[in-house]
């Protein structure tokens, strides 16, 4: 469990969740960091889940449990983004953290698993793409393809690390 001073309260985000909707917004994608720390993740996704309102959350796949997983199946869910750097465990393990690739495998077969009765909710792969796994492009695809991602998202790595410094003035 975690508790951040500045997070947003449930009732917070359910009045953002209004508002962006009330301006036509179409898409609700819950992040981070990662959105399964939140407590409320899976009463926000079915609050916003409405209208037509596609909701999708972004995770590495450490927390999914087999319970989890089927949270995710028995939600409003839509879409469900895995980072995913590396088709090689390895490389995956080197930039995530040891044993993550393995965990993330797992999660990714539960929600297959489960998703055969509802069809949902979409699976995504997103690649931060940098030095440490450019030459995997070829292997990430097949993985797509293999545990059936609709498509995979590459996102070249940039670094931001110094705005923090960089005076504020809001």
């Given at each position: 469990?975690?508790?951040f001073k500045?997070?947003?309260?449930?009732?917070e985000?359910?009045?953002?969740i209004?508002q962006?909707?009330d301006?036509?917004i179409?898409?609700i994608?819950?992040?981070g960091g990662?959105a399964l720390?939140?407590?409320?993740l899976?009463e926000?996704i079915?609050?916003?889940?409405r209208?037509?309102i596609?909701?999708?959350f972004?995770?590495?796949?450490i927390?999914?449990?087999e319970?989890?997983?089927?949270r995710i199946?028995?939600?409003?869910?839509?879409?469900?983004?895995f980072?995913?750097d590396?088709?090689?465990?390895e490389i995956?393990d080197?930039l995530?953290?040891?044993?993550?690739?393995r965990?993330?495998m797992?999660?990714?077969?539960?929600?297959?698993?489960?998703?055969?009765n509802t069809?949902?909710?979409?699976?995504v792969?997103?690649?931060v793409?940098?030095?440490?796994?450019?030459?995997?492009?070829d292997?990430?695809?097949?993985?797509a393809e293999?545990?059936?991602?609709?498509?995979?998202?590459?996102?070249p790595?940039?670094?931001?690390?110094?705005?923090?410094?960089?005076?504020?003035e809001w």
């Amino acid at each position: 469990k975690h508790n951040f001073k500045d997070e947003l309260t449930t009732e917070e985000l359910k009045s953002l969740i209004d508002q962006a909707i009330d301006m036509g917004i179409k898409t609700i994608y819950f992040t981070g960091g990662e959105a399964l720390l939140r407590e409320d993740l899976f009463e926000l996704i079915d609050y916003a889940a409405r209208d037509n309102i596609i909701t999708t959350f972004n995770t590495n796949g450490i927390l999914i449990s087999e319970p989890i997983a089927q949270r995710i199946i028995n939600s409003k869910l839509r879409s469900l983004t895995f980072s995913i750097d590396s088709p090689k465990e390895e490389i995956h393990d080197a930039l995530r953290g040891k044993g993550v690739f393995r965990k993330a495998m797992q999660a990714i077969a539960w929600i297959n698993e489960y998703k055969k009765n509802t069809g949902r909710p979409d699976l995504v792969m997103c690649s931060v793409i940098m030095r440490q796994n450019m030459n995997d492009l070829d292997g990430l695809v097949e993985l797509a393809e293999k545990n059936g991602f609709c498509y995979l998202a590459l996102q070249p790595v940039v670094d931001n690390s110094g705005l923090w410094q960089q005076p504020q003035e809001w």
